[in-house]
């Protein structure tokens, strides 16, 4: 490794800071939080002149969570100021880091995924994520949060805050990650920090779509490293036999109502079951 001893030291201290990070996170003893993600774009007070499907039962998940005894907020997406990711991630693991150096955490150019969403999603024990089908794929307000959520998925400080995209360094400090990184000990190298976090999925639509949309986030998530228990996901679908100023009667019926219900009762036995029994998840510590 071409580094000298400040540097090493540099990388040391972060490889200190994230083992911390994971003892912090590890030790959660306040109630379960969860946090409803609405991909939606639809309001009442906007073009479509009408509240969200999904995001109408997003809130009878979260309030039946509430109801169980967890701690909810519901985060729609189109109420945030999100920037795009700029694919640092591709060019050297190290060049994406925690929190986003793209937009930096207090500087001018932040925005709402560094200032608010990243702690919010620190601090959940459960996400539920809501969105419609959007040409047969999920929400472009989904997809957006979700291609910013990588600064979550291994990253790490960077290696010097005052130039965090020195592609030269940052690839020496893959190396150090690569080489120094122990199996044993977790936050020693890249460290995913939605592993053990429990998911959970609503989707609504007019048509064919729908499993498309769950498909995408389940492989999203699940290499997210979250959890999914039995009958974490639903869909509410209309027809094309049916208009669809039509939908809404269909979609927010009480069979769905009652499916959003389940879904939470199933996701907050998860949470319940993952406090009382702390598991050691196996992934590479040495790759993100």
């Avoid at 693991?93 to 999603?121: A, L, R």
Wanted: aromatic share 10%.
């Amino acid at each position: 490794m071409k580094i000298d001893k400040k540097t090493l030291e540099r990388f040391k201290q972060i490889r200190k800071n994230t083992i911390e990070q994971v003892k912090k996170l590890n030790n959660k003893k306040d109630k379960i939080k969860v946090i409803g993600i609405s991909g939606s774009a639809r309001s009442k007070f906007d073009m479509a002149g009408e509240d969200s499907n999904s995001e109408f039962l997003l809130n009878e998940c979260l309030n039946e969570l509430k109801k169980l005894g967890a701690q909810t907020e519901l985060i729609p997406l189109r109420d945030y100021d999100l920037k795009h990711c700029k694919a640092c991630y591709s060019t050297t693991n190290t060049q994406c880091h925690f929190y986003c150096s793209c937009y930096p955490k207090g500087s001018p150019t932040e925005d709402d995924m560094t200032k608010i969403m990243y702690d919010k999603i620190l601090d959940a024990d459960i996400i539920i994520f809501a969105t419609p089908v959007n040409n047969f794929k999920i929400s472009s307000l989904m997809a957006l949060f979700l291609d910013r959520c990588i600064s979550l998925d291994g990253s790490l400080e960077p290696a010097d805050p005052k130039a965090s995209k020195n592609k030269e360094l940052n690839i020496e400090h893959t190396k150090f990650i690569e080489s120094h990184a122990d199996q044993k000990i977790e936050g020693s190298g890249f460290f995913r920090r939605f592993r053990g976090k429990v998911a959970g999925i609503i989707v609504t639509g007019h048509e064919e779509g729908a499993s498309l949309v769950i498909s995408q986030l389940f492989m999203t998530l699940n290499h997210f490293g979250m959890i999914f228990c039995p009958w974490s996901n639903m869909y509410a679908m209309s027809s094309i036999l049916h208009p669809t100023f039509a939908d809404k009667k269909i979609v927010n019926s009480n069979v769905y109502i009652k499916e959003a219900k389940m879904l939470a009762q199933n996701t907050f036995k998860t949470a319940n079951l993952l406090r009382k029994n702390k598991v050691n998840w196996q992934y590479d510590f040495t790759s993100n």
